[in-house]
């Protein structure tokens, strides 16, 4: 049974060690449970589990206005358990709508890794009938991420943040997609509110909700932004979609990692932290409606993006990799 906690839900506080599994009957029949949602105090089987789980996307989905009919929508899928869980719940709430899924894959160039995911999204995909595209960091920009980063001088994924998001939107405005859906979940969402604040950096976090479609920029979507990270991967292992779990070799070099582990022995401690985290943010965008304006986006003098600047992120990075010179290591 789980509960509580996922990976690295571990946390060396006292307060934590001896907790014991317990055989606990789920809360809406008669079955055993097989997870104890400690912030809604229900006990699952796998059925209700998964029945509640779908229910939860479904409502973000539809009280955000995440998707409407006759829309073609990109489906970020790394291989990875988020982005699977996303693309096979996305297939079942949306069944019985006119939407079109497209599956997307972006190919890093992370030696030792990405291969493997890549298996994993193209398997995921096949099952479900869904027509996929790779698009690679190296056809798109020249370069695959282990060449960006030798020696991982800088931080591996300030550079694979900008040109994945930069690639994606690319291949959806290629493929004529309506919106990018990406598998984000609550954990990460957490952990990005968390980073800003600890950074400081007030602009970027309120930037972090945008209320306005912008040109050039195919509108994402996260339909998994209110589900925690411990429960997609439950939801992949009942639906057996998912079974192997590797993480990314830079993974730890970021901050984000730091981040995460106090996040989440935080919540091993006080169950509802990320949950709260999250709810708090969007009471200050609530409050805070107005006084932080938009940015307003112009074309890439280089390649056509939509940019705060004259040049955009991506090609920002592009010209110093060309380059080649000696730089400051990026802020983690
Ligand atoms: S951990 Fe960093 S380098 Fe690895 S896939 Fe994620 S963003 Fe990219
Ligand atoms: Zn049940
Ligand atoms: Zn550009």
Same mark, same amino acid.
Do not use: H, W
């Given at each position: 049974m789980t509960d509580g906690g996922l990976r690295g839900d571990s946390c060396d506080s006292a307060h934590h060690k001896g907790t014991k599994a317990q055989r606990t009957i789920c809360s809406q029949c008669s079955e055993r449970a097989i997870i104890s949602q400690r912030y809604s105090g229900l006990h699952l089987c796998q059925d209700h589990f998964i029945q509640? +789980?779908? =229910? @939860?996307?479904?409502? &973000? /989905?539809?009280k955000n206005n995440m998707v409407r009919d006759g829309e073609r929508i990109v489906v970020a899928v790394s291989g990875g358990k988020d982005s699977t869980a996303l693309l096979f719940c996305l297939s079942r709430i949306l069944a019985k709508r006119d939407v079109e899924l497209v599956a997307v894959t972006v190919d890093e160039g992370i030696a030792g890794y990405r291969d493997d995911t890549i298996v994993a999204a193209k398997a995921i995909a096949e099952k479900l009938g869904i027509e996929q595209h790779i698009v690679s960091f190296r056809e798109e920009y020249g370069y695959e991420l282990d060449e960006m980063v030798p020696g991982k001088k800088v931080a591996p994924c300030t550079y %694979?943040? /900008? +040109? =994945? *998001? $930069?690639?994606?939107n690319r291949a959806a405005k290629r493929m004529g997609a309506d919106k990018v859906a990406t598998g984000h979940n609550q954990d990460d969402e957490a952990q990005t509110i968390m980073m800003n604040y600890l950074k400081g950096d007030i602009e970027r976090l309120m930037r972090f909700r945008p209320w306005r479609a912008q040109k050039g920029l195919v509108p994402r979507i996260k339909p998994l =932004?209110?589900?925690? #990270? *411990? #429960?997609?991967?439950?939801? %992949?292992? /009942?639906?057996? /979609? +998912? &079974? #192997? $779990? @590797?993480?990314c070799p830079y993974a730890n070099l970021s901050l984000r990692a730091d981040v995460r582990d106090m996040m989440n022995c935080l919540e091993s401690q006080f169950p509802g932290t990320k949950h709260s985290t999250v709810e708090g943010f969007e009471k200050i965008v609530a409050k805070a409606q107005g006084s932080y304006a938009q940015m307003e986006l112009a074309p890439c003098r280089q390649c056509g993006e939509p940019c705060v600047k004259e040049l955009c992120k991506a090609c920002e990075l592009l010209e110093i990799? *060309?380059? =080649?010179?000696?730089f400051a290591p990026f802020s983690r």
């Open positions: 509640d +789980f779908e =229910r @939860r996307v479904a409502d &973000t /989905v539809q %694979c943040g /900008v +040109f =994945r *998001k $930069s690639a994606l =932004r209110e589900m925690p #990270e *411990k #429960e997609i991967a439950l939801y %992949c292992m /009942v639906n057996q /979609v +998912f &079974t #192997e $779990s @590797r993480e990799l *060309k380059n =080649r010179v000696e």
